[in-house]
Structures are given as structure tokens and as C-alpha cells.
């Protein structure tokens, strides 16, 4: 059986969080720990620990958090300047809650990645 995550508490609504959405595949919610103006989390209801845990009977919510994510992004006013959606994977990924989850982050300006490789 796949542990019990802290997203998946509130998910289930047992810890509170700032709930933007939630349907039968994901939920969304504001980072507690915002990087920018809107930084919302975008998780599976279904626990899926990392990117490498994810199948094909898991497309259905890969792609919900795709389109709940823009929807946000027009919600929160933030589309037309555009935004950056983030995944991290595991230890070098920098991820720290193993229930995968995608960020949603705009509001201001976010530079290019990885800067040094550009040129
Ligand atoms: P990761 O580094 O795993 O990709 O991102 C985890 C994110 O979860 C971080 O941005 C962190 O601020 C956020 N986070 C950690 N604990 C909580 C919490 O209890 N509630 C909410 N809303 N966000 C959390």
C-alpha cells in the first residue's frame, strides 16, 4: 500500500488548506510557502509519489492537471503574461513532498532556466 502523504491529507480535507479546486482526479491549492504572486500546487487525488511512479492508467489525471492549471492561470490573471508549471523528481529534482504535484507559478517576471546554456 502507497503511505499516506501530506497532500493527501488535504486532499481528504483533514489539514486545511487554501482549496482553489477539486474534481474526481485533482485537487488544487495554494502553496503555504509562496516563490511568486500565485503559487499554486497541483496534485493527483490518487497518490503517485514521483514523475517515475506514474503509468498509463494515470494519463487521465497527468492531463487534468494540464487544463485545471491554465484554467488557475486565467483565474488568477496571470495567462497573458505567462507563467512557468514545474514538476520536481525525487532528491537532484529538489522535490521534497513525495506526492507528485505540479507548481503553478507567475505573477512576476521568472527569468529563463538555466541561463549559463543559452548563447
Ligand atoms: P516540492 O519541492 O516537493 O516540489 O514542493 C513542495 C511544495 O509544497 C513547496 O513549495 C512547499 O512550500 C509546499 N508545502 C509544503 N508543506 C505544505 C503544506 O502543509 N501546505 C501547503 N499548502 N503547501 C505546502
Do not use: W
Not at 72 to 90: F, K, Q, S
Request: net charge negative; aromatic share 6%.
Amino acid at each position: 500500500m502507497t503511505e499516506d502523504t501530506l497532500f493527501a491529507k488535504i486532499v481528504r480535507k483533514e489539514i486545511p488548506a487554501d482549496i482553489l479546486y477539486q474534481d474526481e482526479l485533482v485537487t488544487a491549492f495554494r502553496d503555504i510557502s509562496p516563490k511568486a504572486p500565485t503559487h499554486v500546487l497541483i496534485v493527483p487525488n490518487k497518490i503517485i509519489p514521483t514523475v517515475d511512479d506514474v503509468s498509463a492508467e494515470d494519463e487521465a489525471a497527468l492531463g487534468r492537471l494540464f487544463t485545471v492549471a491554465a484554467q488557475i492561470a486565467r483565474d488568477e490573471g496571470i495567462a497573458e503574461d505567462g507563467y512557468r508549471l514545474l514538476v520536481n523528481c525525487r532528491d537532484h529534482g529538489g522535490q521534497e513532498v513525495y506526492h507528485l504535484h505540479m507548481h503553478l507559478i507567475g505573477g512576476r517576471p521568472l527569468g529563463i532556466m538555466a541561463p549559463e546554456r543559452r548563447g
